[in-house]
Nanobody, 120 residues
Framework: QVQLVESGGGSVQAGGSLRLSCSAI????????MAWFRQAPGNEREGVAH???????SYADSVKGRFSISKDYAKNTLYLQMNSLKPEDTGTYYC??????????????WGQGTQVTVSS
């Protein structure tokens, strides 16, 4: 099975930076499609940044140029570097992985989430 554990959330003022981490254990998840999603109160969960197994990345328009997704394969860890944070970036951030093969599940695997709060 897959275990995803996020860390690095916190409270920051607008314009500040945070780096989120997601430790990925099991099913060679670090080499699969992984992503960061976020959910603000009253809103649906939305995709923020994606990194595919070939290293290609994709970002939501709202975070392009400010956020950067990356992997450290040696540490089995996914990162999200968030710069120039805005109050609208506030929410719970979730890590997702979708390993293929025997570990595949249509909904993927999710972490427990880490809270990010940006004050103006």
């Amino acid at each position: 099975q897959v275990q995803l554990v996020e860390s690095g959330g916190g409270s920051v003022q607008a314009g500040g930076s945070l780096r989120l981490s997601c430790s990925a254990i099991g099913c060679d998840s670090i080499n699969s499609y992984m992503a960061w999603f976020r959910q603000a109160p009253g809103n649906e969960r939305e995709g923020v940044a994606h990194i595919f197994s070939d290293g290609t990345t994709s970002y939501a328009d709202s975070v392009k140029g400010r956020f950067s997704i990356s992997k450290d394969y040696a540490k089995n860890t996914l990162y999200l570097q968030m710069n120039s944070l805005k109050p609208e970036d506030t929410g719970t951030y979730y890590c997702k992985a979708m390993p293929p093969g025997d570990c595949y599940t249509s909904g993927g695997y999710w972490g427990q989430g880490t809270q990010v709060t940006v004050s103006s």
